[in-house]
């Protein structure tokens, strides 16, 4: 059964903080990927990564760095968290094509 | 880069009817047409998917249909029922340069809420 986690169902941070929000796949999956959710907008697509140590920016990456160490981790940094990164955030890895999303993270930044 | 819109972004619907939700995609190179489904609080669930190749595909209720040269795609329920009632997203995929993901453009989503 597909199975992808997340470190934090819900988050508090304060603006300034270094913020990681981490994900975890347990399919062997060559590609993953980060969205924020937002009422009214859909997920947009952060960053996403097609291998190990490989990463590439998706429509919004302003305020985010990734890292991908490892197959099965894909990890969301905020250097400094901003107010306007209040949000859900949301996990994905494929094989080809198909997403299989994690719960989701609810971040609020104060 | 792509650009997905959907609509309605609301739909009401009596128990037993059908609903229709309805894409535009705006890249001719997408070639892959997801359809999620998420329930409050929880994280969205793929419920059917098309590829381009193929002009419809149907799941028990659920069908969706593909016209390239239009580039749009719908979702069909038929004789909902009121665990449909949840928010809808269409997506089509493109290829990042660089590298082999398929990364998804999503649409903003379409609530449907199935009326008793």
């Known amino acids: 059964d597909v199975k992808v986690t997340q470190s934090s169902r819900y988050l508090v941070k304060r603006t300034g903080e270094k913020v990681f929000l981490e994900c975890v796949q347990d399919?062997?999956?060559?590609?993953m990927f980060w969205y924020r959710q937002d009422p009214g907008l859909g997920l947009r697509l952060i960053y996403f990564s097609y291998d190990v140590k490989m990463k590439e920016k998706g429509d919004i990456p302003e305020g985010y760095s990734v890292s991908r160490e490892k197959k099965e981790r894909f990890s969301l940094i905020l250097e400094s968290a901003s107010t306007n990164q209040t949000s859900m955030y949301l996990c994905a890895s494929s094989l080809s094509g198909t997403q299989y999303f994690g719960p989701g993270t609810r971040l609020l930044v104060l | 880069g792509e650009n997905v819109e959907q609509h309605p972004s609301t739909l009401s619907v009596q128990e037993g009817d059908s609903a229709v939700i309805k894409c535009t995609y705006s890249?001719?190179?997408?070639?892959?047409f997801p359809w999620y489904k998420q329930e409050l609080g929880k994280r969205p669930q793929l419920i059917i998917d098309?590829?381009?190749?193929?002009g419809e595909k149907k799941d028990q209720r659920i069908a969706v249909t593909l016209n390239k040269t239009a580039k749009h795609f719908s979702l069909h329920i038929t004789e909902t029922q009121p665990e449909d009632s949840a928010v809808y997203f269409c997506?089509?995929?493109?290829?990042?340069?660089?590298?082999?993901?398929?990364?998804?453009?999503f649409g903003k989503g379409t609530h449907l809420i199935i009326q008793p």
């Open positions: 098309i590829r381009s190749n193929v």
């Open positions: 997506a089509a995929s493109r290829r990042y340069s660089g590298g082999g993901a398929d990364g998804l453009t």
């Open positions: 890249d001719s190179a997408s070639n892959y």
């Open positions: 399919m062997d999956h060559e590609n």
